[in-house]
Structure formats: structure tokens, C-alpha cells
């Protein structure tokens, strides 16, 4: 079962954490599953780039980002070769290292 490292992020996981993901997840509903609560304000149909992280390890394991996506990531906020929406980007059998960025498009928290 892959793994997958959030780096610590101020308000979210300051100490970073470590989960187990079932191959066919998406990071976002991984991290929200083990209690880190990752923006996603339009409910996780990649019309917005609120859950937008930085895949720093196992990037190329993930299936490519389609036009859609690759649309939205333009206009999040710390845009890395790396990005990508965490709704969209599903585990696959490589551990992943990901970093949540400091900021998001939103103003206000939109807590689930």
C-alpha cells in the first residue's frame, strides 16, 4: 500500500504526517480521510484550485493532467512544474511526497 508525506504545513498538519492510501485515491480525499483538511471548495470537480499541492517525490507516478486541470492549475497561487489539484491526482502504486502550498486562491476558509 503506498504511502503518502505531507510536509508539515502551518495550519493544517504542522508536523507533517504519514498515511497509507489505497491505490485508486485521490490525494484529496486521502488527506481528508486521515484528518487533514485540505481546502476544496468546489467540492472536488476540479473547478477551482483550492486543494492545489506540489508533488515533490513520486510526481511521474500519477497519470498525466488533463486540459481542464492543467486550465485551473494556472491560476493557483505558487504554481510548481509539480502542481497539481489534489482532487484530481489519484495514488497509484508509488509513495508520494507532497507539500501544500502556504496560500490558495480563497480569502475566507470555506472549512467543510
Known amino acids: 500500500m503506498p504511502q503518502i508525506i ?3 504545513h502551518d495550519e493544517l498538519c504542522p508536523e507533517g504526517k504519514v498515511i497509507e492510501a489505497d491505490a ?11 484528518g487533514i483538511h485540505i481546502e476544496h471548495a468546489c467540492e ?11 508533488v515533490r517525490e513520486g510526481f511521474d507516478s500519477l497519470d498525466e493532467s488533463d486540459e481542464l486541470e492543467d486550465d485551473m492549475l494556472d491560476k493557483a497561487w505558487g504554481l510548481e512544474p509539480e502542481s ?6 489519484v495514488v497509484a502504486d508509488e509513495d508520494l511526497v507532497v507539500e ?5 486562491i480563497n480569502q475566507v476558509s470555506e472549512r467543510h
Open 100 to 104: 501544500i502550498p502556504k496560500y490558495t
Open 84 to 89: 497539481r489539484l489534489s482532487c484530481q491526482a
Open 24 to 34: 485508486g485515491i485521490t490525494v484529496c480525499d486521502a488527506a481528508l480521510a486521515n
Open 6 to 8: 505531507f510536509l508539515p
Open 44 to 54: 472536488k470537480s476540479c473547478a477551482c484550485t483550492t486543494c492545489h499541492v506540489i
